[in-house]
């Protein structure tokens, strides 16, 4: 990339299944105060805000009105892009690569615990040919899941093995909704939800708000400590209708990540990546999203999970996090990924830290089975 | 705050659907898919020339959550970077902002917006009262209707506005619409029939009012290298900027005084090097929810001095002979479907820097303003013109 | 669901969306003092002083907490309204809402924003800009905003 | 903390959004419901430019953009490509559970209607295994005019 967009400061909630207390703006403003606070700048300094949130989810039209005063856009530019965090990232950083603004406040919440997910995870499916079948989100990514696992012979377990590592990963994040010690034998007894999918191999309903600051180049140097540099960032929709594809192989991921590595000059991302954040709502998907990125051959997930490779301190530490099975809520899940992979590259991710990380990998998606992705770069930099 | 961008980026085509109160025969990716066929033919392009789409609508109001995804196939955005930007009603020049940074950034060269809204699949009156603060607003909240009245008492109040200035702005945009193919109503009215139109909420009156609409719009901004190649006359876009506000409605002074105009707008006259918007602009493209508004936002929109906006309005200053021609389109009281309302203000503003106009056309059109409006009575200001 | 014979098909669904909204420890605060006492309260922001109802966490011009309860009185002044004349779809109960009904903007007096409220006077037509207004509370009180019934023109 | 937040109790509206939406298929989607309706069979749209035949049908192809209008008579039989047992309850699905989602790919299409499966013991469930839709006796012009698809023997 020509110019680097920066990313100055981070900071999230906790991650709890009911945050009963805190209506929208109290969430908000929690995390966007504090960002500023944290890293010595006011409101004044933010040119503008770019939002992420849901009307589905927050059960009001223009969700982004719930919370402008708490994101601190009274009078001042603002704009709210409805898909997942990473995608509210690359609009950020578009409109500060424009020229047309210096510094970027990102704000992305969501409560889960409001709404009837499965409701509003059905009226995600068109209302002529897939809605009335009552799909939702778990039983089709369960449709993927099955096919994954039969193309290419991964099992059920290698995906428990998944939900074991992230769930102890995320037992050293203090964010986490949740994080435990459990084996495979426990994954693979809790309860069926959608076969292959059990209780454990799926993310948490949980509440929490993310907050970012992003800047132009110049500022970045000015207000960080260490700024970490958005190097490649890339986005690919695929079709929409379940059938439409083979959900074994994930085409826009493995495009949006071939742009993303050849806008950061990355040509085995194996060995130039230093860690990964990626969006396991379902243990399977971390396979397949690995894959997907090009860390190995199409079917080769199972075996990066056996060897424990992705484990802390193995090769390439993915979700130290403990990812979103360790309870991040849909949206904002994505700006966790890059708060994350950012705060891994700032040194600054106490027990979760991966020693020595300067380049880190942000992957987000949103649609039914991964749709759109949307993969980031970040590292470290002068 | 904000500033031109480093890039030149230009709006080189537009598409729109020709909006009914109701489009029975396509269904929502279809009607999508119509305004983009339309915009592909005005840029003479093909859908493999377009790197990325940004799409929006109110979601709610089709009771659809992922509209980007569904409609893929009709958009043109299969393994393409598309987006969804929803803000309400500034949704289309939230997208058209979107486009002009996605292709100002530098990652894109050729972007293409859509905004959309079927207004007839749902209830148009129950999505708006889910914007509404479901604690402090809903249980008096009748849709945008109520709290435009509300405040239009309090603007006739304070300033002498009358309901007959309102009419003429309804009377100057239905006659308006009857140059533009694409609008929803076309009308040929007296003040007197919109005065003696049905009361919804004191003092507006059905005439007073926006429609409900289905429609779709698209457009096509693109980088200064590809827009001078292709293009004779392209609209370049020289100010872009947003404002929002407090959460509540009775944090704001809505339908009285438009903060959030006055202040984009003092703000993209600066960028663009206009002193005085009513001698410097050629015609602007207000978002006019109700006939009171317009004669506000012209204040707003520094067209003249607060409280003058009915007198504006007598003057015959923004009729189409005027100083400054305000909505030749019809503006938004001639076609509203909501997601595309905004978009639309950007497009005909385009289409009069690009001189496409046909009979709406106003003549020697060298800069355009194009407003939105939604919210939380945010707004958006685009600013073209015919010199980058 | 055919159009008769037509070529054109529906699809139809009600859709019933079900949500617990958190009022948030301001709003929480607001209704307690409401239901309990019959006390309408605006909260200060410590740094311009402005007195928001209703009451949120941050000021938007400050960016600050609100920290400091300000009791706003019952009585305000009308500072727009409208008759809401035309029938409508209310989403909360799936059918149409009663009309007409007066709702509006009251001034209350030390505070920087106006609170939305159903209006009304010994007869609708009554309601000018400007009037005293004074707030009609429930008896039975339940803790939201309908613990105040309307505010009622002081004639 | 503020004193005023000592034993306060927080407060939670519930509300219940309730809107009727009535969503226009448009002609092409219509033709293939209609055509189920009335005469139990299943149509596919093709793409020249593509070669592909796509059910359900649609009237733009995503991949190159052409418009569509050769419609293609498929089978009702058709091979499992994945499925899925639903043990949760949810309020919007169409049969209790334990109930059987599946992505079949019907003879003569190129991509996948997903669907119910029924009529199997789950121990026959597998990718790859043969099915066919069994059609409602009433039939109303939607997507559960086909009750589910079952396999063959």
């Known amino acids: ?382 | 705050m904000a500033r031109r961008s480093k890039r030149n980026v230009a709006i080189v085509a537009t598409g729109q659907t020709d909006h009914r109160s109701k489009r029975p025969d396509v269904n929502i990716v279809e009607m999508i898919n119509e305004a983009v066929r339309r915009c592909l033919d005005d840029a003479g392009m093909t859908i493999a020339d377009i790197d990325a789409v940004v799409i929006g609508n109110m979601e709610h109001f089709e009771g659809i959550f992922f509209t980007e995804m569904w409609s893929v196939d009709g958009a043109g955005s299969f393994l393409k970077h598309g987006m969804k930007i929803t803000t309400g009603g500034t949704t289309g020049s939230s997208l058209a902002l979107a486009g002009y940074y996605h292709v100002a950034s530098g990652l894109f060269d050729t972007v293409m917006t859509i905004g959309w809204e079927k207004q007839s699949e749902g209830e148009t009156t129950a999505g708006l009262i889910f914007q509404a603060d479901p604690l402090w607003e809903r249980a008096t909240m009748s849709g945008a209707i109520g709290s435009f009245a509300a405040s239009a008492t309090a603007y006739m109040h304070k300033y002498g506005i009358t309901e007959e200035q309102a009419a003429k702005v309804a009377v100057k945009n239905r006659k308006n619409a009857l140059n533009n193919p694409h609008a929803h109503l076309k009308l040929d009215l007296t003040v007197e029939q919109v005065l003696k139109s049905k009361m919804l909420a004191y003092p507006i009156k059905m005439l007073d009012m926006c429609p409900t609409s289905d429609g779709a719009c698209a457009m096509i901004f693109s980088s200064e290298e590809k827009a001078k190649k292709m293009y004779q006359n392209p609209a370049w876009v020289v100010a872009g900027v947003t404002r929002h506000d407090q959460p509540f409605g009775g944090d704001l002074e809505m339908v009285m005084n438009l903060r959030t105009l006055r202040s984009a707008t003092e703000e993209a006259y600066k960028i663009a090097g206009i002193r005085d918007p009513l001698r410097d602009l050629d015609v602007a493209e207000l978002y006019e929810p109700c006939s009171f508004a317009e004669l506000s936002w012209y204040e707003a929109a520094g067209l003249c001095g607060p409280g003058e906006g009915g007198k504006l309005m007598d003057s015959g200053a923004t009729y189409m002979d005027g100083e400054l021609p305000v909505n030749p389109s019809g503006g938004v009281l001639s076609t509203n479907c909501i997601g595309a309302t905004a978009m639309i203000r950007v497009a005909e503003a385009a289409i009069q820097v690009m001189g496409k106009g046909g009979q709406r056309q106003v003549p020697n059109v060298n800069r355009a303003m194009a407003t939105g409006f939604g919210g939380s009575w945010w707004s958006d200001v685009m600013i073209l013109s015919r010199t980058p | ?155 | 903390m503020d004193d005023w937040l000592e034993g306060l109790e927080p407060i939670v509206e519930h509300q219940d959004l309730k809107v009727p939406y009535r969503y226009s298929m448009g002609a092409t989607t219509s033709q293939f419901f209609i055509a189920i309706r009335d005469q139990k069979r299943i149509l596919g749209i093709k793409c020249r430019q593509c070669n592909m035949v796509f059910v359900p049908p649609r009237s733009t192809c995503g991949r190159c953009f052409a418009p569509l209008k050769e419609w293609v008579e498929v089978s009702d039989k058709g091979t499992l490509q994945t499925y899925t047992i639903v043990h949760y309850p949810t309020p919007v699905q169409p049969v209790p559970p334990p109930l059987i989602y599946g992505i079949i790919k019907l003879d003569g299409a190129d991509t996948g209607l997903a669907h119910l499966i029924s009529e199997t013991d789950y121990e026959r469930l597998r990718v790859g295994l043969r099915v066919q839709a069994v059609f409602k006796e009433e039939r109303a012009g939607n997507m559960l005019d086909i009750l589910y698809f079952k396999p063959l023997p």
Request: aromatic share 10%; glycine share 10%.
């Open chain 1, 1 to 382: 990339m020509a110019d680097r967009v920066g990313i100055v400061g981070v900071c999230q909630t906790k991650y709890e299944p009911r945050k009963i207390f805190d209506s929208y703006p109290e969430m908000v403003f929690e995390v966007s105060s504090k960002v500023l606070e944290e890293n010595g700048l006011t409101i004044g300094d933010m040119d503008q805000i770019v939002s992420n949130s849901q009307d589905f989810w927050d059960g009001r039209t223009i969700s982004n009105r719930t919370v402008s005063e708490a994101c601190g856009s009274t009078l001042k530019a603002e704009s709210k892009v409805a898909m997942d965090g990473t995608f509210a990232v690359f609009y950020a950083a578009m409109r500060l690569l424009s020229g047309c603004y210096d510094s970027c406040l990102l704000v992305s919440h969501c409560k889960m615990s409001e709404g009837s997910p499965h409701l509003i995870n059905n009226a995600m499916f068109d209302p002529l040919y897939q809605r009335i079948l009552g799909f939702d989100e778990l039983s089709t990514c369960a449709l993927q899941a099955k096919r994954y696992m039969y193309k290419y012979g991964i099992t059920a377990e290698q995906c428990a093995q998944v939900a074991v590592k992230n769930l102890r990963n995320g037992k050293r994040n203090p964010y986490a909704h949740r994080g435990m010690d459990v084996t495979v034998e426990q994954v693979m007894s809790s309860r069926m939800l959608a076969n292959p999918i059990k209780e454990l191999d799926a993310y948490p309903v949980t509440d929490g708000a993310c907050a970012l600051i992003l800047a132009t180049e110049e500022k970045a140097k000015k207000w960080a400590r260490t700024p970490v540099w958005i190097s490649g960032i890339a986005s690919r929709l695929d079709s929409f209708y379940l059938g439409d594809r083979d959900l074994a192989e994930v085409v826009s991921l493995e495009l949006a990540a071939r742009k993303a590595y050849r806008m950061a000059g990355i040509t085995n991302p194996r060995e130039e990546i230093d860690l990964v954040e990626l969006s396991d709502y379902y243990s399977y998907q971390e396979l397949l999203w690995l894959e997907g990125m090009g860390f190995c051959q199409r079917g080769g997930g199972g075996k990066m999970i056996e060897q424990e490779m992705t484990a802390m301190g193995g090769d390439l530490p993915v979700n130290p996090s403990g990812g979103i099975l360790s309870g991040n809520p849909v949206t904002v899940a994505g700006a966790v990924r890059v708060a994350e992979a950012a705060l891994q590259i700032m040194g600054q991710a106490g027990q979760r830290q991966v020693e020595g990380a300067k380049r880190a990998l942000a992957q987000g998606h949103c649609g039914p089975c991964g749709q759109g992705q949307c993969v980031i770069v970040l590292e470290k930099g002068v």
């Open chain 3, 1 to 155: 669901m055919s159009e008769k014979g037509g070529s054109l098909l529906l699809a139809e669904f009600e859709a019933k969306f079900p949500y617990d909204y958190s009022a948030g420890r301001y709003a929480s605060y607001f209704l307690k003092r409401l239901k309990e006492q019959k006390k309408i309260m605006g909260i200060r922001c410590p740094k311009c002083r402005r007195v928001f109802v209703p009451p949120r966490p941050a000021c938007g011009y400050c960016f600050v907490r609100n920290t400091e309860w300000v009791d706003l009185g019952d009585e305000g002044t009308l500072w727009g309204f409208t008759i809401v004349q035309f029938p409508f779809l209310d989403p909360m109960t799936g059918e149409e809402r009663p009309i007409p009904y007066g709702y509006g903007f009251i001034e209350l007096k030390g505070a920087a924003t106006r609170l939305q409220h159903f209006v009304t006077a010994s007869d609708l037509k009554k309601l000018r800009i400007g009037m005293r207004m004074k707030a009609v509370f429930r008896e039975e009180r339940k803790g939201n905003l309908a613990d105040i019934l309307y505010f009622k023109a002081i004639e």
